[in-house]
């Protein structure tokens, strides 16, 4: 009678076993497609009725093991609406997206704006992303209404931005970082809007040290800005921008490529010919800090990150007045220093003399 009994029990667990390896089966995701599908649920609808409708479009295996995992789960009531699901989704995964209610719009365009990019290319980046043109984007940005509307709902947008010889008014202003609008036709006022509050969070946290700064907020973004474009890490930029700080405090020029090239409207590089570096190191503009400025240029030149930001408002102390972030070599991901102008002599023909 014993035996019976055990043999039983080891036959229910084994016909147990057997149904929780099918249960988890039949209820994993259909496949490893992540391609989401608008999913609708109409007004009236239960976990229960929209069984059918679900493995119509192969998001479930199985109809029979769902409704059994709403019946045991016994999830809180479903929300009409839509929702994006996809077939590498298991029914618990499905199950939890639909709990939480919709706030899925199929329409949502994402963008990244990586850090360091100027006001141009940021219009192109969000250009191929919505139904805009970059000059379209620009005109928006740059019109005088537009940047009013700004200087008033940002503390930290004043009217140096109008200063005369400024590229683009809200150069430097737009943080870089990932963002999702309702769509490609949102307003374009919105999209920068949408970065400006960025900017806002990430310089809410240096306010007090932005209030008790020589510097003006224009001034610091300007600096983080040439800072991102000269350095290669955060410790580099931090750096950099007490080299800077040393110089301005000489009343040295700060010799910035960057800023010169900017003002040409160039990007740096080897690609460029002998005759166009020259032409911009000797353009005559305000951002020229090689051969017209002997200051800070009259604004940002690019986006600059959160680190460039916090080298700018809290430097490294050094006693260097040269360095070289750009050598010959692409590979070479080190920035050199030197405190004499020997020094730095030395520096360049070791390491900027491209053949």
Not at 209 to 216: C, G, L
Not at 257 to 269: A, E, H, N, P, R
Not at 327 to 339: G, I, L
Request: proline share 3%; glycine share 4%.
């Amino acid at each position: 009678m014993k035996k019976l009994v055990i043999a039983l029990l080891s036959f229910l667990l084994i016909i147990i076993g057997i149904f929780l390896i099918i249960f988890f089966v039949e209820t994993s995701p259909v496949s490893r497609n992540e391609e989401v599908l608008d999913f609708e649920v109409t007004s009236g609808s239960t976990y229960l009725t929209i069984a059918d409708e679900l493995k119509q479009d192969n998001l479930i295996r199985s109809v029979f093991f769902y409704k059994l995992y709403i019946k045991l789960m016994n999830p809180k009531p479903i929300q009409a609406g839509k929702y994006g699901l996809s077939e590498s989704m298991s029914v618990t995964n499905i199950i939890n997206t639909l709990s939480l209610g919709s706030n899925y719009n199929p329409d949502a365009v994402k963008f990244t704006i990586p850090e360091g990019k100027t006001l141009t290319e940021i219009a192109s980046i969000i250009s191929d992303a919505t139904n805009y043109t970059s000059d379209e984007l620009l005109e928006v940005w740059n019109s005088s209404s537009f940047v009013n509307e700004v200087i008033e709902n940002y503390w930290f947008v004043t009217d140096a931005v109008k200063e005369e010889g400024i590229a683009y008014s809200l150069e430097g202003y737009l943080f870089p970082d990932t963002y999702e609008i309702l769509n490609k036709d949102v307003d374009i006022k919105s999209i920068a809007y949408k970065m400006l509050d960025r900017m806002d969070e990430v310089l809410l946290g240096y306010k007090d040290e932005i209030e008790s700064s020589d510097y003006t907020i224009h001034e610091l973004l300007t600096l983080a800005s040439m800072a991102e474009e000269e350095g290669i890490t955060a410790s580099d930029r931090a750096l950099i921008t007490g080299v800077f700080y040393n110089r301005l405090n000489l009343g040295m020029a700060l010799g910035s490529d960057v800023t010169s090239y900017y003002g040409y409207q160039v990007k740096l590089g080897h690609e460029l010919s002998k005759e166009e570096k020259t032409d911009a190191l000797y353009d005559e503009n305000l951002y020229n800090t090689r051969n017209y400025v002997t200051a800070l240029p009259v604004g940002p030149i690019c986006s600059p990150s959160a680190s460039s930001i916090e080298a700018a408002i809290n430097p490294t102390e050094n006693d260097y007045l040269y360095f070289i972030a750009n050598t010959c070599d692409d590979n070479d991901s080190k920035t050199y220093f030197a405190e004499t102008y020997e020094e730095h002599l030395a520096l360049v023909a070791e390491y900027l003399t491209c053949e």
